[in-house]
């Protein structure tokens, strides 16, 4: 089995004193606070493309709205022709089709949700009826001693995370994990 050649770590530049580290922070501020600039532009020219978006295209929703309204009641006037007593739901023209097509069926429910699985039950219909049991990781992480002792189960340290406040404008802090 061949080595796999080492790649070198890109050069990092490394505060040698407190003096550079806190210089780094000011850096990082800095840096933020330029990200947070580019951001906001991003979102304020997004929103006005998408503004400029739809009022160029709320005339065409529009007569599309109306041209399909219009079509629906024609449709709906002439459907004994245009379906041949009902024998079929399409209707083609030259420039399309149209016509009707059936809803998958859906299942609703009226009523307390407990009484209907109670009468499932009651009626023994329990193939309607489905469970699941998945494991409470909030209460294992309360009672970690007890979770513990269960075999397959570790409660493990979230670690700790390397984080950097630039003092400045409230920026939340940086993280590398």
Do not use: C
């Not at 210089?23 to 532009?41: K, Y």
């Not at 420039?95 to 009468?119: D, H, M």
């Amino acid at each position: 089995m061949s080595k796999q050649p080492k790649t070198k770590a890109p050069p990092v530049p490394v505060p040698q004193t407190a003096e550079e580290a806190d210089a780094f922070i000011r850096s990082l501020g800095r840096a933020a606070r330029e990200l947070d600039r580019i951001d906001t532009q991003l979102q304020a020219t997004t929103a006005l493309a998408k503004e400029e978006a739809e009022a160029e295209a709320k005339p065409f929703r529009e007569e599309h709205e109306r041209l399909l309204q219009g079509l629906q009641l024609y449709a709906a006037a002439h459907r004994r022709d245009l379906t041949h007593d009902d024998r079929v739901k399409t209707v083609k023209t030259a420039a399309g089709v149209f016509g009707w097509r059936l809803k998958p069926p859906s299942v609703r429910t009226s009523g307390k949700l407990e009484v209907i699985i109670a009468s499932i039950r009651g009626m023994r219909l329990t193939h309607f009826l489905r469970e699941k049991v998945e494991l409470d990781k909030d209460a294992m992480l309360a009672d970690a001693a007890v979770a513990a002792t269960i075999p397959g189960v570790n409660i493990a340290s979230a670690g700790e995370v390397f984080f950097v406040e630039p003092a400045a404008l409230g920026l939340a802090p940086a993280q590398a994990a």
